[in-house]
């Protein structure tokens, strides 16, 4: 499995940003892959951001960005979005997209199998 992410950037607290990740290769088609976003800031661990089942059909969020984020994926195309709304120089991290073999929402970095290279947010005040 390869993933890799697109979409990060510089931009101005208050505004939006989209992050993309296509999924490639694998055992399983992408369907049957949950997928997640997590993030990690300089200085700090890696924590997770957002999550959705295989099927696309039910989400997590942390607390720190519900109501601002959402995720979302595109079985046709092997994608998965996280579509960041308002935000907060506190969102400034690498962000990750993951891949598990688990078809529910799963929470937890270990539980997943495959990782992307990230791509950096960089949010000013």
């Known amino acids: 499995v390869q993933l890799v992410e697109s979409g990060g950037g510089l931009v101005q607290a208050g505004n939006s940003l989209r992050l993309s990740c296509v999924f490639s290769g694998g055992t399983y088609g992408y369907s049957d892959y949950g997928m997640g976003w997590f993030r990690q800031a300089p200085g700090k661990e890696r924590e997770f951001v957002a999550a959705?089942?295989?099927?696309?059909?039910?989400?997590n969020y942390a607390d720190s960005v519900k109501g601002r984020f959402t995720i979302s994926r595109d079985n046709a195309k092997n994608m998965v979005y996280l579509q960041m709304s308002s935000l907060k120089p506190e969102d400034t991290a690498v962000y990750y997209c993951?891949?598990?073999?688990?078809?529910?929402?799963?929470?937890?970095?270990?539980?997943?199998?495959?990782w992307g290279q990230g791509t950096q947010v960089t949010v000013s005040s």
């Open positions: 959705i089942d295989a099927s696309g059909g039910d989400t």
């Open positions: 993951a891949a598990s073999e688990y078809t529910i929402v799963v929470l937890t970095a270990e539980l997943y199998n495959y």
